[in-house]
Each structure stands twice: as structure tokens, then as C-alpha cells.
């Protein structure tokens, strides 16, 4: 994404040419990036949360919340998988192309979208099984968001 900015950049500025395709790629690489990107935020603790309610609760029962919420974040997020790559396989069949100078199918960077959102459903099912397993959700270490912030 960085590259086809820099390029379209540099080609506009200095050989007055630009590239016809940078800003529907360029949106294509923006909209994975942010799909894809969503497991790792979670693992990472990136995402955020509102525990006024649960923060007041004993620790027990704030596992046990904890383990609730997860569970339903999964089925959502599973849900949500399973309606994007229909949405894509429907698009697919119907032929679908953008409207920019590429016509590129948009089945194609669909099923891109559609992997990198199995990425969240997929880091919810690992911090249900580190939440079952008595283990921390979230990483700690250095690269962790720190608390208050």
C-alpha cells in the first residue's frame, strides 16, 4: 500500500503520469489491512473495552463474564465470516466488477477481506481457550498496551 502511494507520488510529481489503479488498490490494501489486522489486535490487547461494570465484580465472576462475553464475541465474529465470504461466492457468480479503469472482479479482493476477517474469529477461539486454561487473554509483554492508557 505504501509502495503504490510513494509510486503514484513520484510519478505524478515528476513525469506528470499517475497510475490508474492506485486508489482502487490502494482501498483494496487499506480494507485488508484493517480486516486482517483484527486478530492481532486482539491478541495484543489493541481492542478497546468498557469494564466500568465488570471491574467492580470479584475476580471470579469477572472470569466468568469474561468467558460469556468471548463466547458471544465468537459467534458474532464466526457469523460474520461465514455472511462475508457469501457475500464474495455471491458476488463471484454474479460476475461483479468495480467501476474504476481496472474492472477488476471484486470477488477478488472480497476473498481477501473475507480471510482476513477469519483472522478475528480465530484470535477469539485461542483467548476462550487461554481464558478456559486460567491463562492471561491478552499478551503482556513489552509491545502490550499498558493499563490507564
Known sequence: MALL???????????????????EYGTYALGLVMFAGGGWALRHGGHIRVDLLVALLPPASRRVVDIAVTVF???ICAYLS?????YALAT???GTASIHVSHTPLAYPQFLFALGVCTLPLAMFARLMRLLLNE??????????????
Open 92 to 94: 463471484h457468480e454474479i
Open 5 to 23: 502511494g510513494i509510486s503514484e507520488i513520484i510519478l505524478r510529481a515528476g513525469f506528470r503520469y499517475g497510475l490508474p489503479f492506485a486508489l
Open 136 to 149: 492471561p487473554p491478552e499478551e503482556t509483554g513489552p509491545a502490550a498496551p499498558k493499563e490507564g492508557v
Open 82 to 86: 461465514v455472511a462475508i465470504f457469501r
Open 73 to 75: 464475541a465468537l459467534a
